[in-house]
C-alpha cells in the first residue's frame, strides 16, 4: 500500500489539493448528507460532492442498478450497437425537458457535453445553408468545462492568458456580477436585464450572419454562483430569435433539481434551443453527461450530409450500460423522493440561512437560488483565495466540506439535506469565519 505522503509522487493534484502533501485530505466512504474519512471522522457534504451527488450518498437504488447492470451486460459498441437501457432512459429524460427538446445524445462529463453542444450548433447551420455562422459566443466569466471548446467559449482568465482562444472567431459578452456584487441579494435580483442587451453590442461588432451560438450557464456556478436579473435570459432568447442564432443552456450545474425545477430551463421559464448537462443525471455516482437539442435541429443536421455519423461524433462510452443503469437508478430516486422540487420546498429556508451569514466577519456578498449559496469573503491583500481556502480548511477541521472558487465560498448540498442539516451547516460556518483572520 502506499502511504497518504507519497501520494502526490504518482498523481497530479489539481487546485486546493496541492497543499495535499502537508495535509492530506482522503474520504474512503460516503452515505447519505455524509463523507466519511481516513481519520474515521463524519463530514457533511455542503457542495454534493462537486455540484453533482443531487441524491444523496450511497442510495440503495443507484447501488443496485449499478450492480444488477454489471451482472447483466457490461458494455455495448456504442456506434454499431444499442442496448435497452440506453433508449429507456433517452426516452425518460425527453420527457422531462419541455419541448421541442426531444433529442438526447450521451456523453461521459460536463465538458463533453459543451463540446457536443457547439458542435451540433455548427453543423446544424451548416446544414440549413448558414455556413457562414461559425462564431460562438460566451460570457465573460463562464464555466463550460476544461475541453477547448468549454475554455474557448469560457471566460477562466486564467485559461485565456496560457491557451488563447482555441477557436478561432470566439466572443464573449459581459457578465452580470458587476451587477451582482456586493448588493446581498436575495434570490434574483429585480433589476439588470439589459444586461442581455451586450449581446447586441457583440452582434453589430461580428456581423449576425457570422455567429452559430450563445452558450451560458443560466446560473453561473464554478465562477462564483452569479444569479441573472429577472428577464435576462429571456432577453437573451429574444435577441437570438431575432438573428437566427442558437442559444444554448449549459445546465451541468442547474439540472436535475439544483433550483427547485428539474431544470432552470424550467426555472426560468425560456426553451433554449440545445442543454447540456452532466453531474446529476448519474447523482455523481459513475461519470456520464447528456445534451438535449430541440428536435428541428437534430432533423435538420441529422438528415444532412454532415451528420452525427459522417462527423464520426461520438464516444467510446456514449450511453454505456453502466452509466445508463446509474443514471435510471438515479431518475428513480429523484421520483419516489420528490427531489427535483425539493429545493423549491427548502429554498426559504435556505435562503435565510445563507443571508444569515452576511454579518459574519470579512463577507462582502452572499447570494442564493434554489439549494446554491454563496458567501464571497474580502480576499486578503495580495493574497487572493487565501482567506476562502483557510475557510475550507477550518470547515474540513469542523466536519463540514465547502468548496471555494476564488474567495467565494460555493454551497450546493446534497437535494436530500434536512433542515437541521442546514442549521449545521451555517452554525459551523458561522465559527469558521469567527476563527480566521
Ligand atoms: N459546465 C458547467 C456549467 C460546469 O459547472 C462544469 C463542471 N463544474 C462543466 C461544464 C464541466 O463538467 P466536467 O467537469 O464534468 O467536464
Not at 443496485?64 to 437501457?85: N, R, S, T, V, W
Not at 433517452?90 to 457547439?118: C, I, Q, Y
Amino acid at each position: 500500500a502506499v502511504a497518504p505522503n507519497d501520494l502526490e509522487a504518482f498523481w497530479m493534484p489539481f487546485t486546493a489539493n496541492r497543499q495535499f502533501k502537508s495535509n492530506p485530505r482522503m474520504f474512503v466512504g460516503a452515505e447519505g448528507m455524509h463523507y466519511l474519512t481516513s481519520d474515521g471522522r463524519k463530514v457533511l457534504d455542503g457542495t454534493a460532492g462537486l455540484w453533482c451527488c443531487n441524491a444523496g450518498h450511497k442510495r440503495p437504488r443507484i447501488v443496485e442498478a449499478i450492480q444488477k447492470q454489471a451482472e447483466e451486460l457490461d458494455y455495448a459498441p456504442a456506434f454499431q450497437m444499442g442496448h435497452p437501457k440506453a433508449f429507456e432512459l433517452a426516452a425518460r429524460l425527453a420527457a422531462m425537458l419541455p419541448k421541442p427538446l426531444d433529442h438526447v445524445f450521451f456523453t461521459n462529463s460536463g465538458s463533453e457535453s459543451v463540446d457536443t453542444a457547439l458542435k451540433i450548433a455548427l453543423a446544424y447551420q451548416r446544414a440549413i445553408g448558414q455556413g457562414t455562422r461559425t462564431r460562438l459566443i460566451g460570457r465573460e466569466r463562464g464555466y463550460h468545462g476544461v475541453g477547448f471548446g468549454g475554455i474557448s467559449v469560457g471566460g477562466i482568465v486564467a485559461n485565456r492568458r496560457t491557451f488563447g482562444t482555441m477557436l478561432t472567431g470566439v466572443d464573449h459578452i459581459r457578465h452580470t456580477h458587476d451587477l451582482e456584487r456586493n448588493a446581498f441579494t436575495r434570490g434574483e435580483p429585480e433589476h439588470g436585464e439589459e444586461f442581455a442587451d451586450d449581446l447586441i453590442r457583440v452582434i453589430q461588432l461580428h456581423d449576425p450572419s457570422t455567429i452559430a451560438a450563445v452558450i451560458v450557464e443560466p446560473v453561473a456556478g464554478s465562477t462564483g454562483v452569479l444569479v441573472p436579473p429577472k428577464g435576462y435570459l429571456k432577453r437573451l432568447r429574444e435577441i437570438c430569435d431575432q438573428h437566427g442564432i442558437l442559444l444554448i443552456f449549459d445546465e451541468v450545474i442547474t439540472g436535475f433539481g439544483r433550483l427547485g425545477t428539474p431544470f432552470a430551463t424550467d426555472y426560468f421559464e425560456v426553451v433554449p434551443d440545445l442543454v447540456t448537462t452532466a453531474k446529476g443525471l448519474t447523482s455523481g455516482v459513475v461519470p456520464m453527461g447528456a445534451v438535449f437539442c430541440a428536435s428541428a435541429i437534430y432533423e435538420a443536421f441529422m438528415n444532412g450530409p454532415e451528420n452525427m455519423i459522417e462527423l464520426f461524433h461520438g464516444y467510446t462510452y456514449s450511453a454505456h450500460p453502466l452509466a445508463c443503469a446509474a443514471a435510471l437508478g438515479t431518475l428513480d430516486t429523484y421520483e419516489e423522493e420528490g427531489l427535483l422540487t425539493r429545493a423549491a420546498e427548502l429554498a426559504g429556508y435556505w435562503e435565510d440561512a445563507v443571508h444569515s451569514m452576511r454579518d459574519c466577519p470579512n463577507v462582502i456578498d452572499v447570494r442564493n437560488l434554489g439549494l446554491i449559496g454563496a458567501i464571497e469573503l474580502e480576499p486578503i491583500a495580495g493574497e487572493p483565495t487565501k482567506r476562502a481556502f483557510a475557510a475550507f480548511l477550518e470547515a474540513y477541521e469542523r466536519n463540514v466540506l465547502i468548496r471555494t472558487t476564488g474567495d467565494i465560498i460555493a454551497l450546493s448540498p446534497p437535494l436530500i439535506i434536512e433542515k437541521s442539516d442546514i442549521d449545521v451547516l451555517f452554525d459551523t460556518l458561522r465559527g469558521v469565519l469567527k476563527s480566521i483572520p
